[in-house]
């Protein structure tokens, strides 16, 4: 696998991550009835996901 391959997958595979957390953050929080605005929701999927796909990430 060449480096195009690997960082296109990649890529690929980030957009996917921050897509999917953009469609269902929300809704969970709307089935689970949490008080939680779109926002708060969107900003702990971000997070969520970069400590998954990342765990030596820390700010």
């Known amino acids: 696998m060449s480096k195009d391959n690997a960082s296109e997958l990649l890529s690929t595979i980030g ?3 921050y ?3 953009l469609i269902y ?6 089935l689970f009835k949490r ?6 929701a ?16 820390k700010e």
Not at 35 to 40: K, T, Y
Not at 43 to 56: C, D, H, K, L, Y
């Open 15 to 17: 957009m996917l991550i």
């Open 19 to 21: 897509a999917v957390s």
């Open 25 to 30: 953050l929300p809704i969970f929080a709307i």
């Open 35 to 40: 008080p939680l605005s779109i926002v708060d």
């Open 42 to 57: 969107l900003e702990r999927g971000m997070f969520f996901n970069i400590s998954r796909v990342a765990p030596f990430y």
